[in-house]
């Protein structure tokens, strides 16, 4: 490995374990606003703000990089829909109707395994044995942390229709991953999310307007509402998505997507800290699994040389 390889490697790393840090609370916002911000409408304030923000940090990117994105406008539009139109609406609406536990858990769970099964069916990308085997025990980590250590509460386990959103939204993040690999060559991250903000809003408009005819709700714009609001403009969608975007052009999409298993650690942690909920032995086991899962999924093997 190359002194460059090596250095792509621990930065992508790096920034993708920043984005799992700042979207962890993301799970904790889609349950606990969801009483008081409708699904759709909560994605497009998201998004409507965090278009807002990158703005006039993009423009001038997207600006010279136009003419490339409406020759790609195909890729855009499906990459935008799957990445910030779909994922986060279906993952408010599961909000509605199961714990934030399960929307991390669920969704950390799932993910990983769509990206690597469209890398590899779709996409073709060579996935190597070590990657497999890590992210099979980031998923029986995953799955201990469901289970509490108990083998009775595992087998009790059902899926509600909040967990299937969940899966739902998993999905649409698995294949906004593999899409995000294939980016137009001359397109920089700030030109393809600033791209990527605005199709995947002005995508969203419809439904929102169809969602107030539906459920008309009047939105209290408080302390709670406004700073979660934020939260989710400026560190889940503006630093997280650059972060991870970055990420997966470093180190591959289906290895940048097996970070999304710590995401559930971070929400233990932040449960414990803000909420005072209780940290046991299953979550520091668990946790242990998922992290060796990561080391082991990000060994590269060494190159066989040819020798005459």
């Known amino acids: 490995m190359t002194f460059n390889n090596k250095s792509n490697t621990i930065t992508g790393i790096g920034l993708a374990v920043l984005a799992a840090v700042i979207w962890s609370g993301n799970f904790i916002i889609a349950r606990s606003i969801s009483p ?52 986060n609406v279906f993952l408010y609406i599961a909000g509605h109707y199961t714990t934030a536990i399960n929307l991390a858990l669920i969704g950390s769970v799932a993910a990983p395994i769509f990206a690597v099964i469209i890398a590899k069916i779709i996409f073709k990308e060579h996935v190597p044995l070590q990657r497999v085997i890590g992210l099979a025990l980031c998923i ?22 909040g967990d299937l959103w969940s899966l739902l939204g998993a999905l649409t993040f698995a294949i906004y991953n593999n899409l995000t690999k294939y980016k137009p060559k001359g397109v920089s991250d700030l030109g393809f999310l600033f791209t990527g903000f605005t199709f995947g809003t002005s995508m969203l408009v419809p439904f929102v307007i169809a969602e107030h005819i539906i459920i008309p709700t009047s939105i209290p714009f408080n302390v709670t509402v406004v700073s979660n609001v934020a939260y989710l403009s400026i560190g889940c969608s503006v630093l997280s998505y650059l972060f991870w975007n970055r990420s997966i052009h470093l180190i591959g999409p289906s290895r940048t997507v097996l ?39 990000n060994i590269t093997p060494p190159k066989k040389t040819l020798t005459n």
Do not use: D
Not at 55 to 60: G, Q, Y
Not at 68 to 74: A, L, M, V
Not at 142 to 155: D, E, V
Not at 270 to 297: D, P
């Open 140 to 161: 029986i980590g995953i799955i201990t942390l469901i289970a509490q250590g108990s083998l009775q509460r595992l087998i009790t386990f059902r899926f509600a229709i």
């Open 259 to 297: 970070f999304g298993n710590l995401i559930p650690i971070f929400s233990t942690i932040e449960a414990v800290v803000l909420l005072g909920e209780q940290f046991t032995s299953i979550h520091i086991i668990s946790g242990m699994i998922v992290l060796i899962g990561l080391v082991i999924a």
């Open 36 to 87: 008081i911000v409708p699904p759709v409408t909560l994605a497009f304030l998201r998004w409507f703000f965090a278009t807002v923000i990158i703005a006039p940090i993009a423009w001038n990117k997207f600006q010279q990089e136009k003419q490339i994105i409406w020759q790609h406008k195909g890729y855009f539009i499906l990459t935008s829909f799957m990445g910030f139109t779909c994922y």
